[in-house]
Each structure stands twice: as C-alpha cells, then as structure tokens.
Nanobody, 125 residues
Framework: QVQLVESGGGLVQAGGSLRLSCAAS????????MAWFRQTPGKEREFVAA????????IYADSVQGRFTISRDNTKNTMYLQMNSLKPEDTAVYYC??????????????????WGQGTQVTVSS
C-alpha cells in the first residue's frame, strides 16, 4: 500500500503564495501518476493538477493554469504544488492522490488508488 501525507496549508491573503507538499511512503515504487484535488463544503472534489511519473508531463485545471505549478521529486518521494496569486475562491481542503495503475484518466478522481488526509488552504480577501 501507499500512504500519502499533505502539509503546507494555511491562511494567506489574496495575491499571496503557498507551497503544498505530499510525502509518499510504503510501496512508492508502484506509484505512477499523481495529482492534487480540492474540495469545499457541499461540493464535489475537483481536479486541480496532475503530473506523470517522470515529471515530464503536467496538466492543470483551467481555474489554476498559470498560477499553480505541480512538481515531484522521486528521490524524496514527494510531490509539490506551488500556488501563486491566490484568490479567495482557491479556499478549500487540498488532497494529494496517487495512481497505482498505468493508463488511467488523470482527471477522474475515481481512478486514483491512494489519498492523503487533506490540508486546509484559506485565502482571505
């Protein structure tokens, strides 16, 4: 199994920046693609960004394109989400996720096998 632990959330003013981390442990050699999702109360968990195993391919939701950057360091078994120019609408619990099977959709949350517990990001106006 793979365990994921997020960190780096917090309170920031609009226009500010935060960097989230997701540390993986366990059978990390079985991880393929990884992603960040976010969720607000009463809404479904939505896709934010994803990254391939090598880090060479990335995709973003339109709402964060140009402001957020996803990356990973496989030597440290850690994935990151650099969030710049934050907006109040970015306020959510952010979750990292990992796929243990190759070839699945990156956007579909049901295609991810392991999830972290989430970290709260709050952006004040």
């Amino acid at each position: 199994q793979v365990q994921l632990v997020e960190s780096g959330g917090g309170l920031v003013q609009a226009g500010g920046s935060l960097r989230l981390s997701c540390a993986a442990s366990g059978r990390t050699f079985s991880i393929y693609h990884m992603a960040w999702f976010r969720q607000t109360p009463g809404k479904e968990r939505e896709f934010v960004a994803a990254i391939s195993w090598s880090g060479g391919s990335t995709i973003y939701a339109d709402s964060v394109q140009g402001r957020f950057t996803i990356s990973r360091d496989n030597t440290k078994n850690t994935m990151y989400l650099q969030m710049n120019s934050l907006k109040p609408e970015d306020t959510a619990v952010y979750y990292c996720a990992a796929q243990l099977t190759y070839g699945r959709s990156w956007y579909d949350r049901s295609r991810y096998d392991s999830w972290g517990q989430g970290t709260q990001v709050t952006v004040s106006s």
